[in-house]
């Protein structure tokens, strides 16, 4: 269907290989499959820590399998990661590794960049998180007036707010409840003002979570913020403030005191942080144990993808499907639907990892990719998705492959009439796609003849269900980098540089400009004549002169 022979990506034999198959495989629906193997409901799944994950509703055989094996190997794909995980300098674009999973090994690892070992810096960091963490959640941690600090506001986009706000809600059954942590990333100053509007500024501490300390909606949400704490308490407002930053000197500058400054590598993406110290707020909900919990969850899937053979690696596997739908099948999409409210933030989360990392149409090498890369990444929670999107999953005129995670225990479950409802609406949905309902049996189900069209489901529709047993912070550890793993595995098929994001450059730096032309007369404005025209149309409604 595409040309992915012959791309600067190697693996030629291999692509060749899975095209042909494709092709023989054609016709096979999802129920032939399970109508020929007994077993393959318990043989198509893989256990990646505590999570099962059931495959058998994809549309793959052993063969795709050993296909898409055979297209690691020859792309060498666990060499990938290997190097990534030694401190490679595998982001080529940015001359940096990718070292997120320094971030979760244990204390006493050697992780070298450039022969120094980083690990000491990566201990000491999460050491002094831990400290202040502690110490908020004891209440020694005061602010300028002496009373204790109750509530962070957590500033900070994309990176630096997805994970840390997605994990905070994904925990939020173990939060203390006395610590209020809160979120803004949006330039609306309607968001922070909302977040700040019932807090005290005497009880708040204001962390700016920013890699780079100069992208535009956390820093003037940084100064909006630092502004409503000096209207309150005058101009030494060091002890509410604090940073997780890459640029310390920034910090610094801001005010920040270097005791409230948590170092954020260089090495670390953005979008592969929240293992970093932008989960500061994260942590002192949760407390340091259950952080540390996360992390080693993180640490054992690090573990199982360096070291599981490919056809029993999840993070591998669940990557090479991503390529297998998107390169071979040619599906544009793919929906993630966890059933839980407390993941909200789940799907959000992982859009901005995948396409950010995946929407290039470069290789790293700097060609152009042979064919589609990252899929659009969309999602929300089960079962709320059912209501809204699930009709077009189920009958829409393309197979959208969907990811549903659910859990053995619920987090609450008040007078038990939930969470078996819940969880049998993620098994039917996933049997429904899988299996639909044919015009027969619609029939015979007593559908009059003039909507059997409407009621026939064609099923063939795939689905990966992920079952663990409760959401601890380690399973979440567990999901986020199976998640961030499948993605890296998926760029590195693809041949393109999963760690840059230079799409986001052009945007931001017209932004800088226009903001300015809207704040002053612009003069002769110099851009296309819808944009020179939108411009003046908002002067002039904000009642400056044309
Ligand atoms: O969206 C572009 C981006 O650079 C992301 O990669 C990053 O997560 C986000 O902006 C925030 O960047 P920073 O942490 O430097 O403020």
């Known amino acids: ?16 290989a899975l095209e042909r198959h494709r092709d023989e495989r054609a016709g096979t629906s999802l129920r032939d499959l399970f109508d020929a193997d007994a077993d393959r409901g318990e043989r198509l799944a893989v256990t990646v820590g505590d999570l099962w994950v059931d495959y058998s509703k994809q549309p793959v055989t052993d063969e795709t399998i050993s296909l898409l094996a055979d297209l690691a190997v020859q792309l060498d794909l ?27 090994s244990p204390a006493g690892t050697r992780v070298l960049v450039d022969g120094t070992d980083v690990m000491p810096r990566v201990t000491e960091t999460l050491d002094r998180m831990a400290e202040v963490a502690d110490s908020l959640r004891s209440g020694q941690l005061t602010g300028v007036t002496g009373r204790p600090i109750t509530s962070i506001v957590s500033l900070g986009i994309g990176g630096s707010h997805l994970g840390p706000a997605m994990a905070t809600s994904a925990l939020t059954h173990l ?23 019932d807090l005290d500024p005497a009880t708040t501490l204001v962390l700016i979570c920013s890699k780079t300390f100069t992208t535009m909606e956390t820093m003037v949400a940084a100064e909006t913020a630092r ?36 170092a954020l590598p260089d090495w670390v993406g953005g979008r592969f942080s929240l293992p970093s110290a932008v989960g500061l707020g994260l942590m002192a909900a949760i407390g340091p144990d259950a952080f540390r919990e996360m992390l080693a969850g993180m640490h054992l899937v690090d573990d199982h993808l360096a070291s599981a053979p490919v056809h029993s690696n ?3 596997l669940l990557g090479l499907f991503d390529v297998w739908h998107r390169t071979i099948l040619g599906t544009s999409s793919l929906a993630v639907v966890p059933y839980s409210s407390q ?21 790293a090498g700097g060609g152009p990719v042979a064919g589609p890369t990252g899929p659009v990444v969309w999602g929300s929670t089960g079962t709320d998705g059912q209501h809204a999107f699930f009709q077009m999953l189920h009958q829409g005129t393309e197979p959208i492959p969907v990811d549903l995670i659910g859990f053995a225990r619920p987090t609450a479950d008040p007078y038990m009439a939930h969470h078996g ?5 993620l098994f039917a949905q996933a049997e429904a796609l899988a299996f639909g309902m044919s015009a027969e049996e619609a029939a015979a189900a007593g559908t009059p003849s003039r909507l059997v069209a409407h009621r026939t489901f064609p099923g063939n529709r795939p689905s990966t269900t992920i079952l663990a047993p409760e959401l601890t912070p380690s399973v979440l550890g567990q999901l986020v ?27 931001k730096t017209l932004a800088v400009r226009i903001a300015d032309e809207l704040a002053d007369d612009p003069g002769d404005l110099a851009h296309d004549s819808s944009t020179n025209s939108l411009i003046s149309r908002y002067r002039q409604l904000r009642g400056h002169s044309a």
Do not use: C
């Open 421 to 425: 409802r819940l969880m049998a609406n």
């Open 78 to 104: 666990p060499g990938f990661v290997d190097r990534m995980m030694a401190g490679e300098r595998v982001n080529t674009t940015e001359d940096r590794p990718a070292l997120h999973t320094a971030l979760r």
């Open 227 to 262: 502004a409503w704490l000096v209207d309150d308490l005058g101009s030494d407002v060091s002890a509410h403030l604090a940073a997780a930053t890459a640029a310390t000197d920034l910090a610094e500058k801001f005010g920040i005191s270097p005791d409230l400054t948590f």
């Open 1 to 16: 269907m595409f040309p992915v022979t012959g791309s600067d990506t190697n693996g030629g034999n291999a692509w060749a």
């Open 314 to 316: 999840g993070p591998m």
């Open 481 to 507: 980098a199976l998640y961030e793993h499948r993605t890296v595995v998926a760029g590195a098929a693809w041949g393109i540089n999963p760690f840059d994001q230079w799409g986001v450059e052009l945007g």
């Open 343 to 363: 993941l909200d933030g789940f799907a959000p989360w992982f859009q901005q990892v995948s396409m950010e990392s995946l929407g290039k149409r470069v290789t």
């Open 175 to 197: 939060a203390d409840p006395t610590i209020d942590v809160r979120f803004a990333s949006n330039l609306d100053g309607a968001e922070i003002s909302t977040v700040l509007a």
